[in-house]
Antibody
Framework: QLQVQESGPGLVKPSETLSLTCTVS??????????WGWIRQPPGQGPEWIAK???????YYNPSLKSRVTISVDASTNQFSLKLSSVTAADTAVYYC????????????????WGQGTLVTVSS | DIQMTQSPSSLSASVGDRVTITCRAS??????LVWFQQKPGKAPKSLIY???NLQSGVPSRFRGSGSGTDFTLTISSVQPEDFATYYC?????????FGQGTKLEIK
């Protein structure tokens, strides 16, 4: 059974780098049938897509965050990771990792499975 | 960016009621739409993909419809476990975007 679980510090200081890891079980992150992505949700707001990656190396970023975001995948640990640099209070949010699966009907990928999320607070 | 506008932002219903949530895209997105359910402290759960396809394991009381810019999620007979917040999400183009959510509460 697929499980994805976010982990990382719950508190990050302004101007520092937020680092999160998503541990995947039940499927290999090296599968080319999937993408792996990050989404965040600030308190009281709707979700915001951050980035996604496929093991083959294909990556896509939200242009609003691209200059500060690094996403990577590690098949040896079956994990993928997010780094967000130069954080401010506006980056305080629940961060979710999620899987994208291929939709043969529309010939594209969509998010079908999410983790529970982890709250990251940016504060000194 | 494509803006996704949901309405209403909240609604109250009783068990057994039929409820409908709408989602409007600021430009056409064909059928590239997901509906998902979110409960406090739980992982968001995908319900519908490609606008009207039921995700495996999701009860048939959930139905998605629409294409282009206007979409609806209908719950034919609300059950106690359905009280949650519902979001639409477009994956037609980058950046992916989401609606602001519709909170379904018990009347």
């Amino acid at each position: 059974q697929l499980q994805v679980q976010e982990s990382g510090p719950g508190l990050v200081k302004p101007s520092e780098t937020l680092s999160l890891t998503c541990t995947v079980s039940g499927v290999s992150v090296s599968s080319t049938s999937h993408y792996w992505g990050w989404i965040r949700q600030p308190p009281g707001q709707g979700p915001e897509w951050i980035a996604k990656i496929q093991y083959s190396g294909n990556t896509y970023y939200n242009p609003s965050l691209k200059s500060r975001v690094t996403i990577s995948v590690d098949a040896s640990t079956n994990q993928f990771s997010l780094k967000l640099s130069s954080v401010t209070a506006a980056d305080t949010a629940v961060y979710y990792c999620a899987r994208q699966v291929y939709d043969g009907l529309l010939a594209t990928y969509y998010f079908d499975y999410w983790g529970q999320g982890t709250l990251v607070t940016v504060s000194s | 960016d494509i803006q996704m506008t949901q309405s209403p932002s909240s609604l109250s219903a009783s068990v057994g009621d039929r409820v409908t949530i709408t989602c409007r895209a600021s430009q056409a997105i064909s059928n590239y739409l997901v509906w998902f359910q979110q409960k406090p402290g739980k992982a968001p759960k995908s319900l519908i993909y490609a606008a009207f396809n039921l995700q495996s394991g999701v009860p048939s009381r959930f139905r998605g419809s629409g294409s282009g810019t206007d979409f609806t999620l209908t719950i034919s007979s609300v059950q106690p476990e359905d009280f949650a917040t519902y979001y639409c999400h477009q994956y037609n183009s980058y950046p992916y975007t989401f609606g602001q959510g519709t909170k379904l509460e018990i009347k």
